[in-house]
């Protein structure tokens, strides 16, 4: 019982303590989390030993959404998905099979972004990947999935404010896929919100 | 601006440092060979060129003494650390004409080397299939890496592979059908190339690994997932389980430009058209796989058989589950199988193979215990030159599973008894 008044008695000056410093006198953090959205052109650097460049498709609509944490210094933090196509291949085997090959990826990155002048920022990303290939044409259609782990993005991007809360921009990316040794860039148009 | 160039600098030595490292690449020696000019050898004739050679020229690096091991087609010829000759070999006027190359299986150091046997030592020994040669004088030179050939190679024969050596069945097992693509070699690991180009490192077995495909046909391939290790580049990614054989065969090839071989393709190449005796059919798979491979393990059994070919093929027990699996096959006690597990487990499903890990060590009484029972013990997978020499000259076993069938061969081929 005696314990338990002293344990009592010291968390409540631990309490009056901290509740006595004056609010005002810790300037108010202007952090704060944004959440950005990005749609636009993303091209595949085919290095397919297998297939023809000629019989890759290589350029698609891409999205990305980009998840971060703002605090009042240059450097912020951050998680990124988005969906890209990679490629399609499109070909004919033999006489008796076609081919109509196809790889999304998700990626799912932890951003560290640096803002370098005003509105300018650059970014690296390093994070998993899922992978989902699709093949149909020879044989049963199938679907795989699988994951790369060793993922690496770079990204610049410009983000114009249009008011305290909204910004619009661009910005050009750059990401290398380890597993299957694959290369994307994209080109986005990027609409931001401040939370 | 400075800081941005920094930046930029720092990615692009990021992305720079994620691209593969070159292959290594064995030299050729072209179309204009001199062996065009030659016959081949009769098999007489190469058994008389096999023995243990003192290094009078060419010491440094290939050491004081060699082996010379013919296999079905090349002349091998096997250092004491790691280095390693495959040559070919014809005959013109009684001389004895020999080329190829050298390479040191620790890194990727290699060259091109060429000999010859003159009539008066030894070529008309050779050619006479004389099985006591008086004298047998290797003279030639050899290429550092990336160079000519300039260097002199010289081997004098010292005396032949001791006949209680010979008349052992000791398997030098070579791994995922004879090399690992991740050791440069010329040829593709799992793949039918590679049964055909490890005899010629002084394998006289290889191990297999093995997996199903979406329709269940069993193919020779090591990693869960189609990867750029193993493969070339294509549209195909993911699990080998997810894809039908002949999505498989279409749209993927090994890194040097192969098909992923079925398993029966891959044991027909080896009943016919090799002299290996032993395949270590390693199961890679958790899932029940043994009702689609023993099947085919016993049609080739069959096969070498109706060909008269000495040749074991015995199913991989890498693991309970596999057990399990094994054990609910009709017949299970007689079919051909290895287990890797403890001496209880291969008792128990009549394994004629107990396989343990190379460092469980030598286990001289397990050894001795499953000799009584009329057993055979190998270990895997055994790469160091000094263990390799550990456990062929202090323990009992009867083959040894290696990424180095050249090393196993120096040192098993150069014993005295």
Same mark, same amino acid.
């Given at each position: ?21 004056? #609010? ?6 202007? +952090? ?9 052109? +993303? ?11 000629? #019989? ?94 060793? #993922? ?33 860039? +994209? ?9 | ?29 072209? &179309? ?6 030659? =016959?081949?050898? /009769? ?10 050679? @003192? ?5 440094? &690096? ?40 050298? *390479? ?5 150091? @290699?060259?091109?080397?060429?000999? =010859?046997? %003159?009539?008066? !030592? ?53 791994? *995922?059908?004879?090399?690992? @693509? ?38 020779? =391939?090591?990693? /869960? ?9 294509? &549209? ?21 430009? !192969? ?6 393709? %891959? ?24 009702? %689609? ?5 016993? !049609?080739?059994?069959?096969? /070498?058989?109706?060909?008269? *070919? ?44 107990? %396989? ?18 009329? *057993?055979? /013990? ?32 120096? =040192? ?6």
């Amino acid at each position: 019982m005696k314990r338990t008044i002293i344990i009592n008695l010291i968390c409540l000056f631990a309490i009056c303590t901290a509740s006595a410093q004056n #609010n005002d006198s810790i300037p108010k953090t202007r +952090s704060h989390y944004t959440l950005a959205i990005g749609l636009g052109w +993303s091209h595949y650097f085919s290095n397919m030993d297998l297939v023809p460049a000629r #019989n890759v498709q290589k350029d698609f609509i891409g999205t990305s959404l980009r998840f971060m944490w703002e605090p009042e210094y240059r450097l912020s933090l951050g998680l990124e998905t988005g969906l890209y196509r990679i490629f399609r291949v499109d070909s004919v085997l033999t006489s008796e099979y076609t081919m109509d090959a196809r790889m999304y990826m998700v990626p799912l990155l932890l951003v560290i972004r640096m803002r370098i002048v005003d509105n300018f920022y650059l970014s690296i990303a390093p994070g998993l990947a899922v992978q989902f290939s699709q093949i149909s044409g020879i044989g049963d259609k199938i679907s795989s999935t699988q994951y790369s782990f060793a #993922n690496f993005e770079a990204c610049a991007s410009y983000l114009y404010p249009l008011n305290k809360h909204m910004e619009v921009g661009g910005e050009a990316r750059f990401f290398y896929i380890g597993k299957t040794n694959d290369y994307i860039m +994209s080109l986005n148009a990027v609409f931001a919100v401040k939370l | 601006m400075r800081r941005l160039l920094f930046y930029l600098i720092f990615i692009a030595l990021l992305i720079a440092g994620c691209n593969k490292t070159k292959e290594g690449i064995i030299p050729s020696v072209g &179309p204009n060979s001199i062996l065009n000019e030659t =016959y081949p050898l /009769a098999d007489d004739s190469r058994k008389v060129m096999d023995g243990i050679y @003192t290094v009078t020229a060419g010491v440094d &690096p290939f050491g004081d003494e060699v082996v010379i091991k013919w296999s079905r087609k090349k002349m091998s010829v096997f250092c004491s650390d790691g280095h390693y000759f495959v040559f070919d070999a014809g005959q013109l006027d009684s001389v004895v004409m020999i080329q190829g190359y050298w *390479r040191y299986c620790y890194n990727d150091d @290699t060259g091109l080397a060429s000999a =010859y046997i %003159a009539r008066d !030592e030894g070529g008309r020994d050779i050619l006479k299939a004389n099985p006591h040669p008086e004298r047998i004088v290797i003279r030639g030179g050899f290429g550092k890496t990336g160079s000519e050939i300039s260097e002199p190679l010289e081997f004098v024969y010292l005396r032949p592979i001791s006949p209680a050596v010979l008349s052992k069945h000791f398997s030098i097992l070579a791994h *995922r059908s004879g090399g690992r @693509t991740s050791d440069n070699l010329p040829v593709s690991e799992n793949s039918i190339a590679m049964i055909n180009f490890t005899e010629g490192l002084g394998s006289t077995g290889i191990e297999i690994d093995v997996q199903l495909t979406r329709d269940g046909i069993p193919v020779l =391939y090591h990693d /869960a997932d189609i990867n750029i290790r193993l493969t070339q580049k294509g &549209p195909l990614s993911g699990p080998i389980k997810d894809f039908t054989y002949i999505q498989l065969f279409y749209l993927v090839r090994l890194i040097h430009g !192969e098909h992923l071989p079925t398993l029966k393709d %891959a044991l027909m190449f080896v009943v016919d058209s090799t002299l290996l005796t032993d395949v270590y059919i390693d199961m890679k798979e958790k899932i029940p796989t043994m009702s %689609a491979v023993i099947p085919i393990q016993r !049609e080739m059994l069959q096969r /070498a058989k109706d060909k008269g *070919r000495e040749l074991n093929i015995y199913i991989g027990l890498p693991s309970e589950d596999a057990i399990s699996d094994f054990m609910n096959q009709p017949g299970y006690l007689d079919i051909p199988s290895l287990c890797e597990l403890g001496t209880d487990d291969v008792a128990m499903v009549n394994s004629i193979v107990w %396989a343990p890990r190379w460092t469980q060590g030598t286990q001289n009484e397990q050894v001795s215990l499953m000799h009584s029972q009329r *057993r055979l /013990a190998w270990t895997w997978t055994l790469d160091n030159v000094n263990w390799i020499l550990e456990f062929i000259n202090n323990g009992q076993f009867d083959g040894i599973l290696t990424n180095y069938p050249f090393v196993v061969g120096y =040192y098993h081929y150069i014993r005295e008894n």
